[in-house]
């Protein structure tokens, strides 16, 4: 009996090994070629691994085990029959959680119902947000992700909320995750080893918005998705780096490495954490490129897809907090990087202009920085003309 070995796949130089974090079929179930099986995380990504062929599936490992790159997790009998009727079915959770909306998977967190227990009306018996609704036959709060964005337009995600501890829990505990405990561990590190400041500007973003609302049309039928506002901040980044090419360079020892690369980092929240995905060339992009990669990148994030090529390399970071309100606050670099923007919520404010007391969208931004490398000077500089360019948007085309 032919039997095709799944191994956990090498994962780069400095991943030894992962937590099976779970599995997306049963044990006995046939699969498909190239239908997920598995997630696994590491300290550094959570990925997802697909069959090789088609066959019945037999698990070697148990979801939660911590195992090694190499290591057979499971065996497809790739002689065994495709009729699914014969196979030993997965649990209903499982197979129903596979074709869960983000909808339904808020709701059942924040009310505790398993979706694998409501009768789905949707197509092919997919459990629905209205299902949800009518099986809890009370009405839930909307969620910050569907409700009007005060914010830019969001490369973040809003993190699935925890479920609801067991009736008379007063404390839970679980380990941190390998990819949470690296987060954790990097970001003492950045500021244990940084002189890291943060220096503050506001920006009018009335001018962005007036070009969103009068080409946004033309932009959809033209590319097929919306012009954001990441778009244009990663562009006025790369027009400041230019101007301040000190704040494009990082330490390396008694080094100063200066980049001549416009890779910028874009952070993401994820349900597994913080990742910052980088988009490539963005001084070579156009707009509809740049939301395109944003896009691609944010998902495959989220999804679990993302590679670690996908997060290396970059020589700065732009992180949104405006999408889940933040006013203001203070990032934290992404080493080996020397400085991180932070984006805010957008509000409208009295300002004085002219003269005269108006009301404009104002956001506050943020630049936390390194201060061994680069000066305030530099800093105040560089966020200058980040809004200079979101003020006056003319000045990325005309280089000023």
Not at 71 to 82: E, G, H, K, M, Q
Not at 265 to 272: F, H, L, P, Q, R
Request: aromatic share 4%; glycine share 8%; with cysteine.
């Amino acid at each position: 009996m032919p039997l095709l070995e799944v191994k956990i796949p090498p994962m780069g130089e400095s991943i030894t090994s992962g937590i099976l974090a779970k599995w997306h079929v049963a044990d006995g179930a046939v699969v498909k070629k190239e239908q997920p099986l598995f997630e696994l995380e590491t300290d550094k990504i959570t990925s997802e691994a697909t069959a090789q062929s088609a066959g019945r599936i037999t698990l070697k490992a148990a979801a939660g085990d911590e195992v090694k790159i190499g290591r057979v997790v499971a065996t497809i009998d790739t002689d065994a029959t495709a009729d699914t009727s014969e196979s030993k079915p997965a649990p209903a959770s499982a197979a129903k959680e596979v074709h869960q909306s983000p909808a339904v998977r808020r709701l059942a967190a924040e009310t505790g119902l398993d979706p694998a227990t409501v009768t789905g009306t949707g197509k092919g018996g997919r459990v629905t947000k209205g299902d949800m609704l009518a099986a809890t036959d009370k009405p839930v709060a909307t969620s910050a992700s569907e409700s009007k964005p005060s914010a830019p337009s969001a490369v973040a995600a809003t993190p699935k909320p925890a479920a609801p501890a067991p009736a008379g829990a007063r404390q839970t505990r679980k380990k941190l995750s390998p990819l949470r405990a690296k987060i954790a561990q990097r970001l003492v590190a950045a500021q244990h080893e940084a002189a890291m400041l943060t220096t503050f500007n506001e920006v009018d973003m009335s001018a962005v918005m007036a070009l969103r609302a009068k080409y946004q049309d033309d932009f959809v039928k033209k590319h097929g998705l919306k012009l954001g506002f990441m778009s244009f901040f990663a562009k006025a980044v790369v027009h400041a780096l230019r101007e301040v090419p000190g704040v494009n360079a990082q330490l390396d020892g008694d080094s100063i490495v200066q980049n001549h690369y416009y890779d910028i980092g874009m952070a993401v929240s994820t349900e597994k954490g913080l990742m910052v995905p980088v988009v490539r060339n963005c001084d070579t992009l156009g707009m509809a490129d740049v939301e395109k990669a944003i896009a691609d990148v944010a998902k495959r994030a989220r999804d679990g897809k993302i590679t670690l090529d996908d997060l290396s390399g970059g020589v700065f970071t732009i992180t949104n907090g405006g999408i889940f309100g933040s006013m203001l606050s203070t990032p934290i670099i992404n080493p080996p990087q020397s400085a991180i923007l932070g984006l805010h919520a957008i509000n409208e404010r009295p300002i004085a202009l002219n003269g005269q007391v108006v009301i404009r969208p104002m956001m506050y931004l943020a630049l936390s920085y390194d201060h061994r490398l680069i000066d305030g000077k530099e800093a105040v500089t560089f966020l200058v003309k980040v809004k200079q360019a979101i003020e006056d948007p003319a000045r990325l085309i005309i280089g000023i």
